[in-house]
């Protein structure tokens, strides 16, 4: 179950692609929220700028390992460093931004 | 001791010396221990050798999850004990989970719960068929979570998990001031608890194990010292050993022949505990190195604790008195293992000396001298020390020694034995004793028990031939050893010898005087005998002359012719005629 959304690299400072990851458990409530809710804060605020892996912990628990996963869902901004991490459903958009250090879009 | 009862619950071994015997047989088995306790003092030791211990001797695997060390960082830290984890890990035994959370990096939003770690440690469990857990420690992911209320929940979940699986799980936990660990851990994990403690008493630090709780089973209660030491990890209970030792009707020779004389004329029983104590200089370690020398000589292993002096001086000094120790450590038959009592406590002393015994295999051992002990605890420590060492050495059926340096002004040199001496079978006193301008060594069997053995004040004379033991000079008022004694020998032989040649002397008058004697008995023989014969003669006379007056009356009768009277007269001369 892997998202993908490319934008092409059009200049050298809109360059930053956000390579996320999300880990969740089986098809919880949590793991359905958490993920909607990325898809959503991304499409709003990093549009073309990001590519989300989503990854099942219950199917390829050998994964927890490598980013240090212990709670679920947790996401992890893997690029641009530093790593990051935002534990949760990530049901508070402004704290998703600010846990990504992500300037909000002017809407 | 206790889990004879079908209901107690089943015990996990840990295969820690001591801490099975406290607990009966190890940790609950499908619950998880709590191991508390402040920083340093051994939590992660323990762990990792229930851990280790359970896959290389139990053979149960187990995971190994840690928060705060990784795992090159603990491979290394435990490798000091002969643990090869790496090797472990290879083959499945052991699986190692470094859990790592840096806060900075972590931004909260939304619910989320810890199935993460769940994830992990059930993989890593299932991964090598894990029937144990130590989580070193859990207490980080406090520090790691703003959200402790979930924390909570997930690990209150996280303990029922691990009992559901059936994994005999330790967590650690770090002590906290009011509660037994800081974040409260004790309070979802209510099986088994176990707090480690280390105290500083005069500069030389001890730790210590309780058994807070053991839920469904009986447990020892006290506070137990404990050591982390080559072998790993070491409890020593007291309370655990009991006086069931055997009792061997064995000797073991002293290695001096006169002392085996005075213990019944052949040494001590085997197995038995002797105490040799006096002031100093009075020849302890002497007779300590001759008996480690003579069980050498016997081809037995012998080892040799040495608070005072180092290894090569014992050899060198036991030399100038004709006792060779190089030989047999060459041999291998001796090990000296000096060090000074201040560079550990008591009780890592002890757990020292039950490492050594048990990796050697001594049938004797000696201690010189345990007085030194003292110098780095109360007197009060001393004896329950001892008294686990003295019945560890019985119970391996190993004949001990010890000195004991009495304080050199002490009156009664009775008095200073540290309140060991009842510990002892065999008490020996050397005592120094200064006179005539000189000081002399004596030695006499204060105790022995089980045996006769002498009563007797020996001089003990320590000279380049060896050791030994000469007969003091007890006179009627004193007394007398060295100088004086062989003064007053010589003496009394001279005096001996004048009295054998005055007994000849009166002897030889005496004969003399019979021989006079005799000789006048002899002469008066003579004259009584010239006596006798001058009776006789003179009677011989007597007869004659009468006869001849009969003869001249009768023949003037004849003569005269008397008419009248001749009839009577004729009948009368018939008769006297007769008789001449």
């Not at chain 2, 038995?272 to 370690?285: A, D, H, Q």
């Not at chain 2, 007779?287 to 080892?303: K, P, Q, S, T, Y």
Request: with cysteine.
């Amino acid at each position: 179950m892997t998202l993908l959304a490319r934008a092409a690299p059009a200049t050298a400072a809109a360059a930053a692609i956000f390579e996320l990851r999300l880990y969740v458990a089986g098809e919880t409530a949590k793991s359905i929220a958490a993920i909607a809710n990325l898809k959503r804060i991304c499409e709003t605020h990093l549009a073309g700028k990001y590519r989300i892996d989503v990854i099942d912990l219950t199917k390829t628990p050998q994964l927890a390992a490598g980013d240090q996963i212990i709670a679920v869902p947790t996401l992890v901004r893997r690029l641009p460093e530093p790593v990051k991490k935002i534990l949760g459903d990530l049901s508070n958009e402004v704290r998703v931004l600010v846990g990504l250090d992500i300037q909000p879009a002017r809407a | 001791m206790l889990a004879e009862r079908p209901a107690a619950p089943c015990k996990a071994p840990t295969g820690i010396q001591g801490l099975d015997e406290i607990t009966g047989g190890g940790l609950p088995v499908g619950r998880p221990t709590l191991i508390c306790g402040t920083a340093g003092c051994g939590k992660t030791m323990l762990a990792m050798e229930f851990l280790v211990r359970g896959a290389t001797q139990f053979g149960e695997p187990g995971v190994f999850m840690m928060f705060e060390e990784n795992a090159a960082e603990l491979s290394a830290n435990v490798r000091s004990l002969g643990f090869d984890l790496e090797k472990l890990a290879a083959q499945n035994m052991v699986l190692l989970d470094y859990v790592h959370i840096e806060r900075s990096e972590i931004e909260e939003t939304g619910e989320y719960n810890l199935e993460g770690l769940f994830i992990r440690l059930g993989h890593a469990i299932d991964a090598i068929g894990a029937k144990r857990v130590v989580l070193d420690t859990v207490e980080a992911l406090f520090s790691g979570l703003p959200n402790h209320a979930i924390l909570r929940a997930e690990l209150r979940r996280l303990f029922r998990w691990l009992k559901d699986r059936g994994i005999t799980a330790v967590i650690t936990g770090e002590k906290g001031d009011a509660t037994i660990t800081r974040y409260g851990l004790e309070e979802y994990v209510a099986d088994c608890v176990i707090v480690l403690d280390q105290r500083i008493a005069e500069q030389i630090c001890t730790r210590r194990l309780r058994v807070v709780k053991y839920r469904g089973t009986a447990h020892g209660t006290n506070e137990y010292p404990f050591l982390i030491g080559e072998r790993g990890f070491s409890v020593l209970p007291i309370t655990s050993l009991r006086l069931d030792h055997k009792a061997s009707t064995a000797r073991v020779s002293t290695g001096i022949a006169r002392l085996d004389e005075m213990l019944g004329g052949k040494g001590v029983f085997r197995g038995s505990s002797v105490l040799v104590s006096g002031s100093p200089g009075t020849g302890k370690s002497s007779i300590g190195a001759r008996f480690v020398d003579a069980a050498c000589g016997r081809g037995e292993n012998a080892l040799l604790f040495s608070y005072e002096e180092s290894s090569a001086q014992i050899v060198r000094n036991m030399r100038s008195i004709g006792i060779d120790l190089e030989p047999w450590i060459e041999r291998g038959l001796l090990q000296i293992h000096a060090s000074r009592p201040t560079l550990h406590g008591l009780e890592q002393h002890l757990v020292m000396m039950h490492g050594a015994v048990r990796a050697f295999h001594p049938s004797v051992v000696a201690v010189d001298p345990i007085s030194n002990l003292t110098l780095e605890g109360h007197d009060l420590d001393v004896k329950p020390t001892l008294m686990r060492l003295i019945d560890f050495l019985k119970q391996q059926q190993i004949t001990a020694l010890f000195t004991c340096l009495c304080s050199g002004g002490g009156a009664t040199p009775e008095d200073s034995q540290l309140g060991v001496s009842s510990l002892m079978d065999t008490w020996m006193l050397l005592r120094n004793v200064e006179f005539n301008g000189e000081r002399n060594r004596t030695i006499y069997v204060l105790k022995s028990r089980g045996m006769a053995h002498s009563n007797q004040v020996r001089e003990f004379v320590l000279s380049d031939k060896g050791i030994d033991l000469v007969d003091v000079y007890v006179g009627a008022d004193r007394v007398l050893t060295g100088t004086a004694r062989v003064s007053q020998e010589t003496h009394e032989r001279t005096a001996a010898e004048m009295r054998r040649l005055a007994h000849h002397r009166r002897l030889v008058r005496l004969a003399g005087r019979r021989k006079a004697i005799e000789a006048q008995i002899a002469a008066l023989q003579v004259e009584a005998d010239s006596e006798a014969a001058e009776v006789n003669f003179a009677n011989a006379q007597q007869a004659l002359q009468e006869q001849t007056t009969q003869q001249d009356t009768q023949a003037m009768e004849r003569l005269r012719g008397a008419g009248a009277a001749a009839g009577g007269g004729n009948g009368r001369m018939k008769e006297r005629q007769f008789p001449t």
